[in-house]
Structures are given as structure tokens and as C-alpha cells.
């Protein structure tokens, strides 16, 4: 059986699917990128910021769902210029600490929705 999460402090789907499943005990997040919830803009000032929201963005569903990020096993990071790499790494590794993290890969891809320059899917599990 799967439940639907949704999360007021997130951004709506832009689609035909939701922000999030749970289903036996994991909890599976769509992709997210840094669209502000309230307005619904996208926010592409710095590549920093717009980790920060991403991962905000992931940060509410979690919570929606009684998880944090500590919660997390996977994380799927989809990039525009792999150049940012660096910068990216360095706000996600704000979000988890390093003896913890969950395991992840971050690819270079042609595009992403709306403009995004990234976006970020999460798997996580309940105790």
C-alpha cells in the first residue's frame, strides 16, 4: 500500500505525479529544484542559492513525511554544468554530515525543468 505526501512548504507537482510516496517503510521524493513554494519562481541568482532551496524544498517533504535528512539512504543529483560541482557539494554538505551521508551520485545532463540548473531526488527510510 502507498500513501501520498504532500507538503504545503513545498512546491506543487508540475505534473502528473506527486512530491512524494511512501511505501513499506521508504520514502521515495520527486525530483525537486528551486522553484519557491509560495510564488512558484523559479530562483537561479547563484548556483548556491539554488542548492539551498532545492534541498529546502526536500527538507519540508521530509518533515511532512516525520523524517530528516538523517533519514536519507540515496540521493540523486541531476546537474547542467558539472563545473558547479564544487559549489554544489559544498551547500549539500551543509544539509548532511559526513559520517552519515547517504550514498549518491550527481550527473551532468542537457537540461532540466524550467531552466533549473539542478534538481535533486531523494530516497529515505522510517526506523
Known amino acids: 500500500m502507498k500513501k501520498i505526501i504532500r507538503s504545503e ?11 512524494a510516496i511512501v511505501h513499506n517503510d521508504t520514502l521515495y521524493i520527486s ?7 509560495q510564488s512558484g519562481q523559479l530562483v537561479t541568482s547563484s548556483i548556491e542559492e539554488e542548492t539551498n532551496l532545492v534541498l529546502k524544498n526536500v527538507q519540508a517533504i521530509l518533515e511532512e513525511a516525520g523524517l530528516t535528512f538523517r533519514d536519507v539512504l540515496k540521493c540523486s543529483v541531476f546537474v547542467t554544468d558539472i563545473n558547479n560541482f564544487g559549489r554544489i557539494n559544498a551547500v549539500y554538505a551543509t544539509y548532511f554530515e559526513e559520517a552519515t551521508a547517504p550514498a549518491r551520485e550527481l550527473v551532468q545532463v542537457a537540461a532540466l525543468p524550467k531552466g533549473a540548473n539542478v534538481e535533486i531526488s531523494v530516497i529515505a527510510a522510517f526506523d
Open 9 to 19: 512548504k513545498a512546491p506543487a507537482p508540475g505534473g502528473p505525479y506527486n512530491q
Open 31 to 37: 525530483g525537486q529544484i528551486a522553484l519557491d513554494p
